[in-house]
């Protein structure tokens, strides 16, 4: 009688779409050690915020938002929400601050983090690179030393004993082309590069050093007798020629998408690396260790960008938004049905595959966009499972508005308002609404309209 009440409840507050998510389908929210736990100073991103210019009105991480302060009180915040995953990472710079030195005590905090979610019926989803490296890893050359692969297997031997059966989901990698494309394409991310000919080792050793992770993670918990599932957090963009009846746009298009998309995603299938551009990079290698080491496809998707191609400008080639379209605060498109295009594509590469949405959201200070783009997103996910593919969880970014990279603390992702001085976290309106569509997905409704569409 309660459910039935508690749904004539929600259809009154809230119209609904058409679209339907499975009853069993998983909320999470995702969070990054670097930027909510603060005081990272054994990291290379620690040493890169004293550079003058590198971070937006000269802000550093410092504290962060004090997360191991406020465990309690997040952990309530996302009851609150209604997830029941916590997609986070561990933070390597902490767990082994100096070569083959390990902190017993970081170590245990992270397992009585573990304990604590399970607790309150929190899945944890354990990222073990997110960005970050230890300065003594920078100092040997970072993602181009290749003793990387060795030294990340080495760090994760150490850490999964720790944690064991409690903890089923793994990613060893967030997002591989951001770090390719912030810090070697680009100088917004160390080592900063920004030079295009330079990202071929960087990327070969990324998958290496996944692949012998993937490898070391099953042997160490199928010992345990337990499966864990192993992945890597892909940061897809969509992206389109801005003139369509331009054949180059159309090409550069077509070449960037994979290089940045998929070369990565198909080694991991066919431990064959392979990228191309003319006259700009040709990089290729055999890498058998990173062969079919992927359990599920962490996907995360938060725009699109329009390749704009002039020979005769200094960069030739840019990426634009389309002229007209809806934009966050950061100046990103607002495009949700690339998110189906994307499912669409990876359902295509790796048929049935299961697929994580590892994070999607939205800076939006003012909390007027943040509902609506969950909602449209999440009835672009709904319409694609419903076709078949085999989407299994949603992972807003973020919980609470912390340090965004290049960003510092000036961009808004939180389900709660932020203040770093203060470290107060004050619920935006749209968590509330988060909660409601959790609530209603939980009790087999459809999605819950937002209330700008009312």
């Known amino acids: 009688m309660r459910s039935i009440l508690a749904a004539l409840i929600l259809l009154v507050q809230f119209p609904v779409s058409a ?68 997609r986070y990472s561990i933070e390597w710079a902490k767990v082994e601050p100096k070569e083959g030195v390990f902190d017993e005590k970081v170590l245990a905090q992270y397992s009585d983090q573990v304990d604590r979610l399970l607790r309150a019926g929190i899945e944890p989803m354990i990222t073990l690179q997110h960005f970050t490296l230890p300065l003594w890893v920078k100092d040997h050359g970072g993602w181009d030393w290749d003793g990387i692969a060795g030294a990340f297997e080495t760090y994760l031997t150490k850490v999964i004993p720790v944690f064991g059966k409690r903890v089923k989901y793994w990613i060893t990698i967030n997002e591989p082309m951001s770090m390719i494309a912030g810090g070697y394409m680009s100088d917004v991310f160390p080592p900063g590069v920004n030079n295009l000919s330079s990202i071929g080792t960087p990327m070969i050793n990324m998958l290496r050093a996944h692949g012998r992770a993937y490898h070391r993670i099953h042997e160490i918990l199928e ?37 940045y998309n998929w070369a990565i995603p198909d080694a991991l299938t066919t431990g064959e ?45 840019e990426k634009v938004v389309t002229p007209g379209a809806p934009v966050n605060d950061l100046g990103w498109e607002i495009y949700p049905e690339g998110i189906a295009r994307l499912l669409n594509q990876i359902q295509e590469r790796f048929p049935q595959m299961p697929i994580w949405i590892t994070e999607n959201g939205i800076a939006d200070a003012d909390d007027h966009l943040r ?77 819950p309209r937002s209330r700008e569409d009312q």
């Open 371 to 447: 509902t609506k783009y969950i909602k449209e997103h999440l009835d672009q996910i709904a319409d694609r499972i419903e076709a078949g593919v085999p989407v299994k969880g949603y992972c807003q970014w973020t919980l609470n508005d912390n340090f965004e990279w290049a960003e510092g603390f000036t961009a808004h992702f939180g389900f709660y308002s932020l203040d770093p001085k203060t470290l107060n976290r004050v619920p935006r309106q749209s968590a509330a609404d988060f909660s409601e569509i959790t609530r209603s997905v939980k009790m087999g409704l459809p999605i």
């Open 273 to 317: 690396f392979k990228i191309f551009f003319p006259f700009m990079i040709n990089a290729k290698a055999d890498i058998p260790e990173a062969k079919n080491t992927q359990d599920f496809f962490g996907l995360n998707y938060y725009t699109r960008y329009r390749v704009k191609v002039n020979l005769f400008s200094k960069d030739k080639f």
């Open 19 to 86: 679209a339907n998510l499975p009853r069993d389908f998983r909320f999470g929210v995702s969070t990054a050690a670097h930027q909510v736990e603060g005081n990272n100073s054994n990291s290379d991103w620690w040493q890169w915020e004293e550079i003058p210019g590198k971070i937006k009105n000269g802000q550093r991480s410092g504290i962060a938002t004090d997360s191991w302060g406020h465990q309690d009180e997040d952990i309530s915040n996302m009851k609150s929400l209604g997830v029941s995953v916590y």
């Open 223 to 259: 010992k345990q007798n337990f499966t864990p599932m192993v992945g890597l957090a892909h940061n897809l963009i969509v992206l389109d020629p801005l003139h369509s009846y331009n054949l180059l746009e159309h090409y550069v298009t077509r070449r960037f998408s994979q290089i």
